[in-house]
């Protein structure tokens, strides 16, 4: 099996928490669109729920296959969000923001009850930082942003090649909120929540792709099958 149907093993298996009359955040990138598309046929087959997307795309997919959509503004308390995740450690810490949506997947995973994290094994790992860490940055004053990250990572024992992303068109990467993306090669997060609280000092920091303390359960569908992980201690050792 490949790991886009490890993906679609773990969206499957997160639809056994969708419960008729939900309020669900749907989050973005490619696991989270299997999850999305196999919703819609649930709501195709009589399934009653309301969802908030993550992101312009995640939008577009879930109208076009007639999912109920609404806004945090208008629904500001969720029962539910399932989301992909670029990194999973094992205790449910998080890297995202490899699709640029970071900002807006927090703000939805924080207004739900639960946050159901989908993803196939390559995105496990027992330290945090091997995929680039994203920060969203505005625009303004962006070369001061980015040394004072560099200077306040360090501090926290990060070092590596920060990059401002760029579109397919060379130009920068903009969010749906307007902002940019900054890339950090920082290789291995030690101490995730003390780079996080370091950072959170910059001024022209929106927000980070470290999702601590945030995800209720990790599915993780691999070679071995299915791992449903609460943030449990997991075996790293190779597979036979």
Excluded at 4 to 16: C, H, M, P, V, Y
Excluded at 90 to 104: N, P, Q, Y
Excluded at 213 to 233: F, N, R, T
Aim: charge should be negative; include cysteine.
């Amino acid at each position: 099996m490949s790991n886009d149907d490890w993906k679609r093993q773990a969206a499957e298996q997160a639809l056994t928490y969708v419960e008729d009359g939900m309020k669900l955040g749907l989050g973005t990138g490619s696991t989270a669109a299997k999850f999305v598309e196999l919703l819609g046929a649930k709501v195709k087959a009589g399934l009653k729920v309301v969802c908030v997307p993550t992101s312009e795309a995640t939008r577009a997919q879930a109208a076009a296959l007639g999912i109920p959509l609404t806004t945090l503004d208008e629904t500001p308390a969720l029962d539910l969000t399932v989301d992909g995740a670029d990194e999973v450690d094992e205790e449910l810490r998080l890297i995202k923001g490899g699709g640029g949506a970071l900002l807006r997947e927090k703000i939805v995973a924080v207004a739900s009850d639960r946050v159901v994290i989908i993803a196939d094994n390559s995105k496990l790992v027992e330290t945090l930082g091997r995929f680039p860490l994203p920060l969203e940055v505005v625009p303004f004053g962006l070369a001061a942003t980015e040394q004072l990250i560099i200077k306040l990572a360090a501090d926290t024992g990060c070092e590596g090649e920060v990059k401002l992303r760029k579109g397919t068109d060379g130009k920068p990467f903009v969010t749906d909120n307007g902002n940019h993306i900054l890339d950090c090669a920082f290789d291995a997060i030690e101490d995730p929540e003390a780079l996080d609280d370091s950072l959170k000092l910059v001024p022209g920091l929106v927000e980070t792709g470290l999702f601590l303390g945030i995800a209720d359960v990790g599915i993780i569908a691999g070679p071995k099958g299915v791992e449903v992980l609460s943030g449990i201690e997991i075996d790293f050792e190779e597979d036979e």
